[in-house]
């Protein structure tokens, strides 16, 4: 088809064109910026933990009062929670991932919060944390019951050795070389030994932006609160029997607190990137009716400018111009206005983006977005015209010639 009749046309139409070509522009740079968020929220709430989550819960466990006993007590209940037959393991801790709440520390090869070379989450767990959590360990060893210590929230001692993630342990000594190693931690000034080292553990907070997600220990202390949270990790198939069991277990060993938050890591999961999901059928639906909203103004636009074109179109037909012919015209003229949409909507979404990274710390756009956003907004042109293009096709030359 040549290509000269379109463009003539065009000219003739200019506040038609433009206004299909900034309509465009515009959709697919919000187009382009909200799948882009949806894919990396989503992207973020599949991250795996470490953890063996369908087998684990978690309860948060609070004193009535301040019992003068509470290492004896928690201890009791620990015992307690793992002589249960659905459990497989228990411990007491100050957080645990995807809690969205925790504590973090900073980690230094020199005494010193200034010398700080990142920081990463820390966990309270005895010689019980590896196994109730599940973690592989992939070098070193577990924590020995001399090294485990009481500690409370108040309390800031060094602990007696480190159990890292291997993202922190390659971030802290990039050569390969961490297990052995000794680290400072805050303000701390005595070292804590690296003796083991675990395939993957998240931090508390699934923040899409942290690009350290998986800079977490684990210290050796038996955590001794007044509110703790209880790890249990449930035999294969038992975690809702295990969940039933701890509640009244614990309850018929002392009535003197408040069980609550009692969850399994899938509904920890779910809470904790319950926002983002949100956020993503958000950004659907806006985007969904955008796409709407456009194929219409395209389908409007291009009615308007065969019922002015009607003579063209009979001419055309009269010498001998198919009914193919026609609706190929109208489906070219649509794509080479919406490839120019297209190009400007490109330039608009990396303007966008690039403000949205610098003011909310979003990740810059990536060229699968751009090009699926792109391909859309081209599909939805040709399926928008495609009515409009029928009709002109469907128009008899002598009709259209009568009606001039």
């Known amino acids: 088809m040549e290509l000269h009749p379109i463009l003539s046309a065009m000219r ?47 309860m948060a466990n609070q004193w009535v009062g301040s019992p003068p006993d509470l290492a004896a007590k928690t201890q ?50 005895d010689e019980h944390g590896l196994s109730t959590l599940g973690l592989k360990l992939v070098a070193g060893r577990n924590f020995e019951p001399g090294e485990i210590t009481e500690r409370n929230d108040m309390e800031g001692k060094a602990p007696a050795a480190l159990i890292v993630s291997q993202a922190l342990a390659t971030k802290l000594f990039p ?63 038992r975690l809702e029997a295990a969940m039933k069991s701890a509640q009244k277990q614990l309850l018929a060993i002392d009535r003197g607190r408040i069980n609550y938050k009692t969850r399994t890591m899938a509904e920890s999961r779910q809470r904790a990137y319950r926002d983002d999901r949100g956020l993503a059928i958000i950004l659907g639906v806006v985007s969904v009716v955008l796409l709407i909203v456009t194929a219409f103004g395209i389908i409007g636009v291009t ?9 063209q179109i009979g001419i055309r037909r009269a010498m001998g111009a198919s009914r193919t012919a026609i609706l190929r015209y109208f489906q070219t003229e649509n794509l080479m206005i919406a490839t120019a949409g297209a190009l400007l909507g490109i330039l608009l979404a990396l303007t966008l983006n690039f403000l949205m990274a610098g003011k909310f710390e979003m990740a810059r756009l990536n060229i699968g977005s751009t090009v699926v956003s792109a391909i859309i907004v081209l599909l939805l042109g040709q399926v928008a015209v495609l009515w409009p293009a029928l009709r002109a096709a469907s128009i008899s030359p002598v009709v259209a010639i009568r009606n001039i």
């Open 12 to 58: 003739r139409n200019k506040v038609g064109a433009i206004v299909i070509v900034v309509q465009t522009a515009i959709t697919l740079a919000i187009l382009c910026n909200s799948l882009f968020l949806i894919q990396q929220r989503l992207r973020a709430s599949e991250r795996p933990t470490g953890l063996r989550e369908q087998d684990i819960f978690t």
């Open 76 to 125: 009791a209940d620990l015992a307690a929670l793992r002589a249960l037959p659905e459990v497989v393991d228990a411990y007491a801790s100050n957080s645990y991932p995807l809690s969205n709440g925790g504590w973090d520390d900073g980690l230094s090869y020199e005494a010193g919060d200034a010398h700080w070379v990142t920081s990463g989450a820390l966990y309270f767990a």
């Open 175 to 237: 050569n390969g070389d961490a297990l052995g190693k000794s680290i400072y931690l805050g303000d701390y000034k005595q070292k804590a030994p690296i003796i083991g080292i675990v395939e993957r553990l998240q931090q508390p907070w699934i923040s899409v932006t942290n690009n350290r997600v998986e800079y977490a220990m684990l210290q050796p202390y038996r955590f001794v609160e007044q509110y703790a949270y209880y790890v249990v990790r449930a035999k294969p198939g």
């Open 303 to 311: 009615s308007f400018w065969v019922s002015q074109r009607r003579r």
